[in-house]
């Protein structure tokens, strides 16, 4: 079992609709999740943090956590074609001092 | 504008040569990691350091590559000698264990291809 789990995608939505992308991981004490966009020969960029259960709101980003479940999602309300990229889950996990586990991205098409 | 910034941005080189890359961390970040991207294995972390000390290196082959951060604000990644299956995105990235957030910010990377 991987540590850190995405959609296997891609997913394609139509302009205007919400995205819903999945993650879930593997270990139990992990405490902080990101989400990182990246764009086709670009960087990853962190669009979201979110370090307790519930709900965190950012513009037409929402970041759900659910450490009970161990999973975590990534919401984009009024998708707009500018959001096809690559989306990077991460997680701090437990004892892991800094380091960050990524899963394998899922990647986003958003279709005028 | 703080941002991690890395040279060089693109790098071709011959197999058995030697490989140097630069990364300046923002300021005030206390953490740098080393990242490789490909698109068979993903963003695997190759080694990072925290306050300069190295903490960990266990993602990198230790025969060939070797991280060093000289001062504050300069880390390098060597491979020594390149082979072609090295080709890849080398990222950077920085943080700060302030606070005990996790947060990373990636430098544009840089694209190494070795034929």
């Known amino acids: 079992q991987k540590e850190v789990e995405q959609n296997s995608g891609p997913l394609s939505v139509p302009e205007g609709a919400i995205a819903s992308l999945n993650c879930t991981y593997s270990?139990?004490?992990?405490?902080?999740f990101f989400w990182y966009r990246q764009y086709s020969g670009k960087s990853p960029e962190l669009i979201m943090s979110i370090y307790s259960n519930g709900d965190k709101e950012d513009g037409r980003f929402t970041a759900q956590l659910n450490k009970a479940s161990q999973y975590v999602s990534l919401l984009i309300r009024d998708s707009q074609p500018s959001d096809s990229a690559t989306y990077l889950c991460?997680?701090?996990?437990?004892?892991?001092?800094?380091?960050?586990?990524f899963g394998q991205g899922t990647e986003l098409s958003v279709k005028p | 504008d703080a941002r991690v910034t890395q040279t060089p941005r693109h790098k071709v080189t011959e197999m058995g040569q030697e490989v140097t890359m630069r990364c300046q961390p923002i300021l005030g970040h206390n953490t740098v990691f080393w990242y490789r991207q490909t698109m068979m294995q993903g963003l695997e972390l190759l080694a990072y350091f925290r306050n300069r000390a190295p903490l960990d290196d266990s993602g990198m082959p230790k025969d060939r590559f070797s991280a060093e951060m000289p001062d504050a604000t300069l880390a390098t990644l060597k491979i020594q000698p390149s082979e072609p299956r090295d080709s890849a995105v080398y990222f950077c990235a920085s943080g700060s264990t302030g606070l005990g957030y996790r947060e990373q910010y990636f430098g544009p990377g840089t694209r190494l291809t070795v034929t």
């Open positions: 270990d139990r004490g992990s405490q902080s």
């Open positions: 991460a997680v701090n996990g437990a004892n892991q001092g800094g380091k960050l586990i």
